[in-house]
């Protein structure tokens, strides 16, 4: 079992360019999130997915798309890619029973220049 | 506006305990995380708490006092591996996870 996958694992990208990050897990869970991290920040919430079929928009949604076609995928589009994008970016999903915790995949380190 | 906060950085010694706090103000609460993060890797999940006390998991514990708006991760019989960045993070009303920035947390032998 694989969990959380992401690709690319790391991205130099052109400003201006459109770029889609992957996320696939294996654990059938329900929702599906976008983080970004940047130093000294706390991690940031781009968009979720509550369930396959719906999106919603977190703290930091400008300039980024996502789509939940299925319950595995959940990929994450910048349209026009600029400097301020420059991150790391982790994928997580939930659905347990509990605490409902996020694990999260292994992360896309995207430099705009 | 919703905050957490955690010092920034703490150097203790291999064998050693050391405690790392985190206070919060969020619009509700449902329940509070530690994760580890490693130089380079994603958060892994160490502990929940979600109602008030202490919660022990091997060498980490974490409490948590609701009324205080603060918790800690108690890390006992440091590791050199044990070096890493521990995020502290709360689930507000919306149910969503608020992030602290971490904590570096530096182990010298």
């Known amino acids: 079992i694989a969990g959380i996958t992401q690709a690319p694992t790391s991205q130099i990208l052109a400003a201006g360019r459109r770029m889609t990050l992957r996320c696939t897990q294996d654990m059938r869970h329900n929702a599906m999130y976008w983080y970004r991290q940047d130093l000294g920040l706390g991690l940031r919430l781009i968009h979720y997915s509550n369930t396959a079929g719906t999106t919603g928009k977190g703290e930091v949604p400008d300039g980024y798309s996502v789509s939940r076609a299925n319950t595995d995928d959940f990929p994450l589009t910048l349209a026009s890619a600029v400097p301020s994008q420059t991150s790391v970016y982790f994928c997580a999903s939930s659905g347990d029973r509990g605490p409902d915790t996020q694990y999260f995949g292994p992360g896309t380190r995207l430099t705009v220049l | 506006g919703q905050n957490i906060d955690q010092p920034t950085e703490m150097t203790a010694t291999e064998g050693a305990i050391v405690q790392i706090n985190c206070t919060y103000q969020t619009s509700g609460f449902n329940g509070l995380f530690w994760y580890q993060q490693h130089a380079g890797e994603a958060p892994t999940f160490l502990s929940y708490?979600?109602l008030d006390g202490l919660e022990e998991k091997g060498r980490f514990s974490s409490f948590l006092s609701r009324s205080k708006g603060y918790s800690y991760l108690l890390l006992k019989e440091l590791q050199m591996k044990d070096s890493a960045s521990y995020l502290c993070?709360?689930?507000?009303?919306?149910?969503?996870?608020?992030w602290g920035a971490g904590t570096k947390l530096i182990i010298k032998p």
């Open positions: 993070a709360v689930r507000d009303s919306n149910y969503q996870l608020i």
């Open positions: 708490n979600v």
